[in-house]
T-cell receptor, first 113, second 110 residues
Framework: GAGVSQSPSNKVTEKGKDVELRCDPI?????LYWYRQSLGQGLEFLIY????????KSGLPSDRFSAERTGGSVSTLTIQRTQQEDSAVYLC???????????FGQGTRLTVV | LAKTTQPISMDSYEGQEVNITCSHN???????ITWYQQFPSQGPRFIIQ???TKVTNEVASLFIPADRKSSTLSLPRVSLSDTAVYYC???????????FGTGTRLLVSP
């Protein structure tokens, strides 16, 4: 597709279950970002992938959160043993970094009940 | 990345010009200034980017003084659909981690 695609668009899960959120970046974009946004709040940086470099994981809130990017394209954000405070919209973005413009997906709204 | 400070919120009316100022006193020589717009229930969208003086596109203008310690996003003749959160980011071009602040929540009223 032409834009960043995220799936699922909505996810409701029970507390304690694991979830996987998927991001398909724009083809050819070398940089990929994950953010979390709670209701009415700003964007919280989670993790950043750039090419084949080691990812910047400095924003991951706990060891329950992990992310990988396979083949420099698709990325999966995994949250283990979900908690109610994990409820938020998870946004993915990609960029052809040298141009400095990031394109965002529509997000995955995660609700932990 | 340089720390940025911008107003938490602003109110305006349709047809007015809106100027949102961002302070970035610690901007580095190779840093660029980028603004994003976020509508409710959507991801942010790139608006404009500049390094110095003035940049204009079909959406907005960006004014950057000579010392580059601040910048002003100017939205001409706003409409209700310009109601959004506007984020100012400062950092080097390319291969950068994008860190968003709290942004400025603009409310445009009839």
């Amino acid at each position: 597709g032409a834009g960043v695609s995220q799936s699922p668009s909505n996810k409701v899960t029970e507390k304690g279950k694991d979830v996987e959120l998927r991001c398909d970046p724009i083809s050819g974009h070398t940089a990929l970002y994950w953010y979390r946004q709670s209701l009415g709040q700003g964007l919280e940086f989670l993790i950043y992938f750039q090419g084949n470099s080691a990812p910047d994981k400095s924003g991951l809130p706990s060891d329950r959160f992990s992310a990988e990017r396979t083949g420099g394209s698709v990325s999966t954000l995994t949250i283990q043993r979900t908690q109610q405070e994990d409820s938020a919209v998870y946004l993915c973005a990609s960029s052809f970094a040298s141009l400095g413009e990031a394109f965002f997906g529509q997000g995955t709204r995660l609700t932990v009940v | 990345l340089a720390k940025t400070t911008q107003p938490i919120s602003m109110d305006s009316y349709e047809g007015q010009e809106v100027n949102i100022t961002c302070s970035h006193n610690n901007i580095a020589t190779n840093d660029y200034i980028t603004w994003y717009q976020q509508f409710p229930s959507q991801g942010p969208r790139f608006i404009i980017q500049g390094y110095k003086t003035k940049v204009t596109n079909e959406v907005a203008s960006l004014f950057i003084p000579a010392d580059r310690k601040s910048s002003t996003l100017s939205l001409p003749r706003v409409s209700l659909s310009d109601t959004a959160v506007y984020y100012c980011l400062v950092g080097p071009m390319g291969f950068q981690k994008l860190v968003f602040g709290t942004g400025t929540r603009l409310l445009v009223s009839p």
